[in-house]
């Protein structure tokens, strides 16, 4: 049995990936999330991808994937509010895997996600 710690077993928590506990960040942007089969493209939209900004650890930026595709936060909205809109997400976590270049990419997940008022 290997019990080797590797980047792609490590699991990373809201406080890690925002740089606060209360999972804010700055979204600028959102698109459909497609499910895949065998490698390709089913056509299902199986949740949204919240491209962010983390201010509270250095403006990291990273997508991430909420399962809740009836989120408050649109297209429509983001452009009303000048292209970014503050979100807090709901049970955030993330890990890495690696691509075919041998880089390791964090992905990162949400149950859900509010937007938060007049921030």
């Known amino acids: 049995m290997n019990n080797m710690?590797?980047?792609?077993?490590i699991q990373l928590n809201t406080n890690q990936i925002t740089g606060n506990p209360d999972g804010t960040a700055i979204a600028l942007n959102i698109t459909d999330g497609e499910g895949y089969a065998d490698g390709k493209p089913t056509g299902e939209v199986?949740?949204?991808?919240v491209s962010v900004?983390?201010?509270d650890?250095?403006?990291k930026s990273v997508t991430v994937k909420v399962k809740d595709l009836k989120i408050p936060l649109t297209s429509e909205l983001l452009q009303q509010s000048g292209g970014q809109k503050k979100v807090k997400f709901k049970n955030l976590t993330g890990k890495f895997w690696?691509?075919?270049?041998g880089e390791y990419i964090l992905s990162a997940s949400a149950d859900s996600l509010e937007v938060?008022?007049?921030a």
């Open 46 to 49: 199986i949740c949204k991808k």
């Open 116 to 118: 938060i008022a007049n």
């Open 5 to 9: 710690i590797t980047p792609n077993n």
């Open 57 to 59: 650890n250095q403006y």
């Open 98 to 101: 690696r691509n075919n270049n």
């Open 53 to 55: 900004v983390c201010p």
